[in-house]
Protein backbone atom coordinates (compact mmCIF):
# COMPACT_ATOMS: atom_id res chain seq x y z
CA UNK A 1 0.00 0.00 0.00
CA UNK A 2 1.05 3.50 -0.98
CA UNK A 3 -0.33 7.02 -0.55
CA UNK A 4 0.63 8.47 -3.69
CA UNK A 5 2.68 11.01 -1.94
CA UNK A 6 5.90 11.09 -3.62
CA UNK A 7 9.08 10.79 -1.95
CA UNK A 8 11.61 10.82 -4.21
CA UNK A 9 12.47 11.40 -8.18
CA UNK A 10 14.52 8.72 -9.54
CA UNK A 11 16.34 8.13 -12.35
CA UNK A 12 16.03 4.84 -15.08
CA UNK A 13 20.02 4.21 -14.90
CA UNK A 14 19.73 1.09 -17.21
CA UNK A 15 17.44 -1.09 -18.89
CA UNK A 16 17.98 -4.43 -19.67
CA UNK A 17 15.38 -7.28 -21.59
CA UNK A 18 15.60 -10.64 -20.36
CA UNK A 19 13.12 -13.11 -19.75
CA UNK A 20 11.35 -9.83 -17.86
CA UNK A 21 12.47 -6.42 -18.16
CA UNK A 22 15.33 -5.56 -15.53
CA UNK A 23 15.34 -1.89 -14.70
CA UNK A 24 18.42 -0.02 -12.11
CA UNK A 25 17.01 3.22 -10.70
CA UNK A 26 19.50 5.73 -9.08
CA UNK A 27 17.75 7.29 -5.89
CA UNK A 28 18.07 9.35 -2.87
CA UNK A 29 16.61 6.78 -0.09
CA UNK A 30 19.01 5.46 2.76
CA UNK A 31 19.10 1.92 1.13
CA UNK A 32 20.50 0.60 3.96
CA UNK A 33 16.74 1.08 5.49
CA UNK A 34 15.12 -0.97 2.17
CA UNK A 35 14.96 -4.05 2.52
CA UNK A 36 15.38 -7.08 -0.38
CA UNK A 37 11.91 -7.95 -1.39
CA UNK A 38 10.92 -4.37 -0.56
CA UNK A 39 7.47 -2.60 -2.72
CA UNK A 40 8.64 0.31 -4.72
CA UNK A 41 6.19 2.39 -6.25
CA UNK A 42 7.82 3.60 -9.56
CA UNK A 43 5.08 5.79 -11.51
CA UNK A 44 2.88 4.24 -9.65
CA UNK A 45 3.40 1.20 -10.15
CA UNK A 46 4.15 -1.03 -7.50
CA UNK A 47 7.73 -2.89 -8.48
CA UNK A 48 9.83 -5.34 -5.69
CA UNK A 49 13.77 -4.35 -5.16
CA UNK A 50 15.68 -7.15 -6.27
CA UNK A 51 18.84 -5.74 -6.27
CA UNK A 52 20.26 -2.83 -4.47
CA UNK A 53 23.60 -0.46 -3.94
CA UNK A 54 24.58 2.73 -2.19
CA UNK A 55 22.45 4.96 -4.45
CA UNK A 56 20.08 2.92 -6.49
CA UNK A 57 18.04 -0.07 -6.65
CA UNK A 58 17.28 -2.67 -9.79
CA UNK A 59 13.13 -4.42 -10.31
CA UNK A 60 12.53 -6.77 -12.96
CA UNK A 61 8.83 -5.67 -14.43
CA UNK A 62 7.10 -8.40 -16.31
CA UNK A 63 5.12 -8.26 -19.65
CA UNK A 64 1.89 -8.11 -18.38
CA UNK A 65 3.26 -5.19 -16.81
CA UNK A 66 4.88 -3.11 -19.49
CA UNK A 67 1.40 -3.74 -21.83
CA UNK A 68 -0.79 -2.58 -18.94
CA UNK A 69 1.30 0.75 -18.14
CA UNK A 70 3.62 3.03 -19.82
CA UNK A 71 6.60 1.84 -18.65
CA UNK A 72 7.41 0.83 -22.11
CA UNK A 73 8.30 4.81 -22.20
CA UNK A 74 10.83 4.26 -19.91
CA UNK A 75 14.54 4.86 -21.04
CA UNK A 76 17.72 6.26 -19.84
CA UNK A 77 17.87 9.00 -17.91
CA UNK A 78 14.28 9.54 -17.57
CA UNK A 79 12.80 10.78 -14.07
CA UNK A 80 10.38 8.57 -12.50
CA UNK A 81 7.96 8.97 -9.31
CA UNK A 82 9.08 7.32 -6.36
CA UNK A 83 7.61 6.21 -3.35
CA UNK A 84 7.93 4.01 -0.94
CA UNK A 85 5.36 1.46 1.04
CA UNK A 86 3.03 2.48 3.31
CA UNK A 87 3.93 1.56 7.05
CA UNK A 88 2.05 1.30 10.24
CA UNK A 89 1.49 4.49 11.67
CA UNK A 90 2.75 6.24 8.98
CA UNK A 91 0.72 9.94 7.66
CA UNK A 92 -1.50 9.28 5.10
CA UNK A 93 -1.41 12.47 3.32
CA UNK A 94 -2.94 11.23 0.57
CA UNK A 95 -5.39 8.26 -0.63
CA UNK A 96 -5.16 4.94 -0.43
CA UNK A 97 -2.69 3.84 -3.70
CA UNK A 98 -2.51 -0.20 -4.21
CA UNK A 99 0.31 0.15 -7.04
CA UNK A 100 -1.50 -1.72 -9.47
CA UNK A 101 -2.25 0.78 -12.09
CA UNK A 102 -5.74 -0.12 -14.14
CA UNK A 103 -4.85 1.67 -17.32
CA UNK A 104 -2.88 4.48 -18.95
CA UNK A 105 -4.40 7.71 -19.52
CA UNK A 106 -2.98 10.36 -22.11
CA UNK A 107 -2.33 14.27 -21.47
CA UNK A 108 -4.52 16.29 -23.85
CA UNK A 109 -3.99 19.52 -22.61
CA UNK A 110 -1.24 21.89 -20.86
CA UNK A 111 -2.25 25.60 -19.43
CA UNK A 112 -1.10 27.59 -17.19
CA UNK A 113 -3.35 29.44 -14.50
CA UNK A 114 -0.88 31.83 -12.37
CA UNK A 115 1.57 29.72 -10.75
CA UNK A 116 -0.68 26.58 -10.96
CA UNK A 117 -0.78 24.41 -14.12
CA UNK A 118 -4.09 22.79 -15.44
CA UNK A 119 -3.80 19.41 -17.08
CA UNK A 120 -6.70 17.40 -19.08
CA UNK A 121 -6.44 14.43 -19.32
CA UNK A 122 -8.16 11.61 -21.58
CA UNK A 123 -8.78 8.31 -19.80
CA UNK A 124 -10.17 4.92 -21.41
CA UNK A 125 -13.70 4.49 -21.58
CA UNK A 126 -13.92 1.62 -19.70
CA UNK A 127 -11.99 3.77 -16.27
CA UNK A 128 -13.53 7.07 -16.92
CA UNK A 129 -16.96 5.91 -15.17
CA UNK A 130 -14.87 5.85 -12.20
CA UNK A 131 -13.45 9.27 -12.12
CA UNK A 132 -15.85 12.12 -10.46
CA UNK A 133 -15.47 15.02 -9.57
CA UNK A 134 -13.19 16.22 -6.43
CA UNK A 135 -13.19 12.31 -6.25
CA UNK A 136 -9.03 11.06 -5.83
CA UNK A 137 -7.09 9.45 -8.65
CA UNK A 138 -3.44 8.22 -8.71
CA UNK A 139 -1.17 9.43 -11.85
CA UNK A 140 2.50 8.08 -11.73
CA UNK A 141 1.90 7.77 -8.25
CA UNK A 142 0.99 11.00 -7.35
CA UNK A 143 -2.32 11.37 -5.50
CA UNK A 144 -4.40 14.09 -7.30
CA UNK A 145 -7.99 15.38 -6.90
CA UNK A 146 -9.83 15.58 -10.04
CA UNK A 147 -11.35 18.96 -10.46
CA UNK A 148 -14.19 18.05 -13.57
CA UNK A 149 -14.91 15.30 -15.65
CA UNK A 150 -16.23 15.37 -19.15
CA UNK A 151 -16.87 12.20 -20.56
CA UNK A 152 -13.62 10.44 -20.85
CA UNK A 153 -11.60 13.86 -19.80
CA UNK A 154 -10.93 14.87 -16.88
CA UNK A 155 -8.58 18.18 -15.30
CA UNK A 156 -6.37 17.59 -12.80
CA UNK A 157 -4.69 20.79 -10.88
CA UNK A 158 -1.05 21.01 -10.39
CA UNK A 159 0.25 23.31 -7.67
CA UNK A 160 3.90 24.62 -7.67
CA UNK A 161 5.15 22.16 -4.79
CA UNK A 162 3.78 19.40 -6.67
CA UNK A 163 5.48 20.33 -9.72
CA UNK A 164 8.73 20.65 -7.82
CA UNK A 165 8.69 17.71 -6.10
CA UNK A 166 7.28 15.12 -8.88
CA UNK A 167 8.09 14.73 -12.46
CA UNK A 168 4.69 16.73 -13.08
CA UNK A 169 6.60 19.85 -13.71
CA UNK A 170 7.85 18.52 -17.01
CA UNK A 171 4.90 17.37 -18.29
CA UNK A 172 3.61 18.15 -21.92
CA UNK A 173 0.82 17.11 -24.28
CA UNK A 174 0.80 13.40 -25.67
CA UNK A 175 2.85 11.93 -22.17
CA UNK A 176 0.87 8.69 -21.44
CA UNK A 177 0.78 8.16 -17.97
CA UNK A 178 -0.46 5.44 -15.57
CA UNK A 179 -4.15 5.80 -14.21
CA UNK A 180 -4.91 4.05 -10.83
CA UNK A 181 -8.32 4.43 -9.81
CA UNK A 182 -9.62 5.37 -6.44
CA UNK A 183 -10.01 2.22 -4.80
CA UNK A 184 -12.97 3.05 -3.30
CA UNK A 185 -14.78 4.08 -6.18
CA UNK A 186 -13.98 0.51 -7.96
CA UNK A 187 -15.68 -1.37 -4.82
CA UNK A 188 -19.08 0.69 -4.73
CA UNK A 189 -19.32 0.05 -8.81
CA UNK A 190 -18.97 -3.56 -8.34
CA UNK A 191 -21.69 -4.14 -5.55
CA UNK A 192 -23.82 -1.57 -7.72
CA UNK A 193 -23.02 -4.19 -10.78
CA UNK A 194 -24.50 -6.85 -8.14
CA UNK A 195 -27.31 -5.60 -7.42
Known sequence: MFTGIITDQGEIRDLEQRGDLRARIGCHYDMDGVDMGASIACDGVC?????????????????????????DTWAKGRTVNLERA???????????VSGHVDGVAEVISVKDEGDSTRVTLRAPKALARFIAPKGSVALNGTSLTVNEVEGCDFGINFIPHT?????????????????EIDTLARYVARLHEAD
Open 47 to 71: LTVVAMGADWFDVDVSAETVSKTNL
Open 163 to 179: KEVTTWGRVAVGDRVNL
Open 86 to 96: LKVGDELGGHI
